[in-house]
Every structure is written in structure tokens, then in C-alpha cells.
């Protein structure tokens, strides 16, 4: 399994932007998936943005304010965050899918004030 690290994660006000970073220990060339999931308090982890199978998918609620990006050089995952809301206050987990193995980031915490 590889090992995830996010960082990028603070206080922003709304309208403002953030840009998360998920380092993988080895080479994230040919997951068969990664992404980000974010979880508020209370509620359940939901999927925000993800590389699956050559494509990106994106919950509806981030559609036209975040976009997902990768650098495969480096083992990296991005998460451009513009125009954050109230709403989307969570942690955000980097998740990776390698055949049968999954793993998770630690999360990084997001917060956007109003």
C-alpha cells in the first residue's frame, strides 16, 4: 500500500482559495483510482473529486470551483480550491485505489469562515 500525506489545509475566508496536496510514497502511474473525500462533522465522508480510469469525476456541489490535477513525476494530487463556501468546511482525505489496495491519507482540515 502507499503511504498518503495531505497538506494545503487552513482558514479562509469565502470567496477565497486553497490548494491541497497529496504526496504518495511510490509512483501513483496507473491506480486504477485517486482523489479527494472530505468529511464535516456529523456527517458522512463523500467524494469531491477523483481520477478514475483515465477521467475525472466531481461531486456537483465542487463543479466549476474546484479542480483536480496530478504530476505524475512527482506523486503528487492537487485539489484547486476557488470561490470556497461556508459548506465546504471538512477534512479533506486523499484516497488511492491500487488494485485490491486502498489507502487514505491523515486529512488536512479546511475551514472557510463566513
Known amino acids: 500500500q502507499v503511504h498518503l500525506v495531505e497538506s494545503g489545509g487552513g482558514l479562509v475566508q469565502a470567496g477565497g482559495s486553497l490548494r491541497l496536496s497529496c504526496a504518495a510514497s511510490?509512483?501513483?502511474?496507473?491506480?486504477?483510482?485517486i482523489g479527494w473525500y472530505r468529511q464535516a462533522p456529523g456527517k458522512q465522508r463523500e467524494l469531491v473529486a477523483v481520477?478514475?480510469?483515465?477521467?475525472?469525476n466531481y461531486t456537483d456541489s465542487v463543479k466549476g470551483r474546484f479542480t483536480i490535477s496530478r504530476d505524475n513525476a512527482k506523486n503528487t494530487v492537487y485539489l484547486q480550491m476557488n470561490n470556497l463556501k461556508p459548506d465546504d468546511t471538512a477534512v479533506y482525505y486523499c484516497?488511492?485505489?491500487?488494485?485490491?489496495?486502498?489507502?487514505w491519507g491523515q486529512g488536512t482540515q479546511v475551514t472557510v469562515s463566513s
Open positions: 484516497e488511492a485505489q491500487d488494485g485490491p489496495f486502498v489507502s
Open positions: 511510490g509512483s501513483i502511474f496507473g491506480f486504477n483510482a
Open positions: 481520477f478514475v480510469r483515465g477521467r475525472t
